[in-house]
């Protein structure tokens, strides 16, 4: 099923593509969750055309999209299928059935970024052995198979002690802590036990989390957004405060740490690094998203070039836009579901409500069709003169009383 999309033929990328071309390229995203709704508007802005596959019909970007085809992203034929109707085919998620983006590449189909960047990506565990490899600093990691293995990596890397799947994980759903050897066997069940694909990470005892968006051109041409902090709850990106407050040192060497990471990995596109920084100033490399990333949202109100629109651009060949802040600070703030159902709409229309009446506060809505708990709704976007004055704001506008703020 091929919602809204009228029947003519996909353009391929040129050498030469430039903005009157544009508006005949056809974006193909793989993916239509809040990344996919937001490259969309993006997208608009430049009369650039974004294509996505995602099987629900009301997925988050679906009313946004020039087309959407309702089917899998994971399935073979869909994916060759859909790749037909478009230019260039580039993720929204990196859980996407990467043999078929590999078959395709052989067969002269344009993929951003390269499918052996998704193959990496996609297992945490040949994440962490490629990045090794490459000499990025990471916390010590190590392949599990069975309890004797689990139980040697604790001798090793001692508690907490952090048990990852190597698949399918995202926000923290796909990890589990072990305080103590005893705790091991709950921790490995939790996860659907070693079956599924298990390593583990040596805990990694971080002051703060830090985040850098960089952007690859199809020329090769690079650029680093400002560093980012993220603040995780329940292993859920919960606030993102840009820019960072860290030394100039330690503002260098998370930068040129991401860009080696990215470096590394093959095609076009942004890409988030999501690194963690310690007490004795040491930067390690926690993962990589090969696309837009909650990290980033905050850049469409305070950067010159949004993460969005930089992906497009870097995709489809334009030259790469300004990542540098145009506000002076920003905080974001995830909407996450505090309960499923109506309960959970009622309580984020009060949030959102009071977020409107706030100066310099920005609300975006994700329009899912279902509220769940946990579950990333929508976020709002602070920018202002100072991080203190918007951690203020955003107090005022957490807190139950309707403040006027000033
Ligand atoms: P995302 O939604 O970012 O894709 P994810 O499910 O892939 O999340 P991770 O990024 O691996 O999960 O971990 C989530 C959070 O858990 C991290 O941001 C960090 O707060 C914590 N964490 C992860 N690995 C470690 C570690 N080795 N030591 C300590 N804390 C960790
Ligand atoms: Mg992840
Ligand atoms: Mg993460």
């Known amino acids: 099923l091929v919602l809204a999309c009228s029947s003519h033929e996909a353009s391929p990328i040129s050498e030469d593509t430039h903005i009157k071309g544009v508006s005949e390229i ?8 809040q990344l996919g709704r937001m490259l969309c508007q993006a997208a608009s802005q430049m ?6 596959l995602d099987p ?5 970007a679906s009313s946004l999209a020039y087309g959407h085809m309702v089917d899998s992203f994971d399935d073979s034929a869909t994916v060759e ?4 109707r478009c230019g260039v085919l580039t993720v929204e998620i990196e859980h996407v059935d990467v043999e078929t983006l590999e078959k395709l590449e052989k067969q002269g189909v344009d993929v951003q970024p390269k499918a052996s960047t998704i193959r990496i990506i996609q297992d945490k565990y040949i994440q962490k052995v490629h990045f090794s490899r490459h000499g990025i600093p990471l916390p010590e990691f190590m392949e599990i198979s069975d309890i004797e293995g689990a139980e040697r990596a604790g001798e090793l890397f001692g508690y907490p002690l952090m048990i990852k799947s190597k698949r399918l ?10 305080n103590s050897q005893d705790a091991l066997t709950s921790a490995v069940t939790a996860l659907g036990g070693f079956s599924r694909g ?5 805990w990694a ?3 703060k989390e830090l985040a850098v968006i960089v952007a690859r051109g199809r020329d090769g041409s690079m650029v680093c957004y400002p560093v980012v902090e993220t603040v995780h709850r329940d292993n859920i990106c919960h606030i993102v405060k840009a820019p960072a407050d860290v030394p100039w040192k330690i503002n260098k060497l998370a930068t040129d740490v991401a860009q080696k990471a990215v470096g590394s990995l093959e095609g076009a596109g942004v890409f988030a690094v999501e690194l963690f920084l310690t007490d004795d100033g040491q930067i390690l490399l926690n993962e990589v998203a090969p696309r837009p990333h909650n990290s980033g949202h905050q850049t469409i109100e305070s950067c010159y070039t949004s993460q969005f629109e930089q992906h497009l651009r870097a995709v489809v060949g334009l030259p790469l836009g300004d990542p540098s802040m145009r506000t002076p ?4 703030y995830n909407i996450l579901g505090e309960d499923d159902g109506e309960a959970g709409f009622r309580l984020a229309h009060r949030l959102i409500a009071r977020a409107l009446s706030v100066p310099g506060a920005s609300v975006h809505w994700y329009d899912k069709p279902e509220m769940r708990k946990q579950r990333k709704m929508g976020h709002i976007t602070l920018v202002g003169q100072s991080i203190g004055v918007l951690e203020q704001r955003l107090q005022c506008i957490l807190s139950e009383q309707t403040h006027q703020v000033h």
């Open 205 to 207: 005892p971080f002051v």
């Open 81 to 84: 299928e859909f790749a037909k």
């Open 26 to 33: 056809i974006v193909g995203v793989l993916g239509g969750g």
């Open 169 to 178: 994980a995202y926000d923290g759903r796909g990890n589990a802590v072990a």
């Open 329 to 332: 600070a920003s905080i974001m």
């Open 198 to 202: 298990l390593y583990v990470e040596k």
């Open 47 to 52: 009369a650039i055309k974004v294509m996505i």
């Open 56 to 60: 629900s019909k009301n997925c988050s």
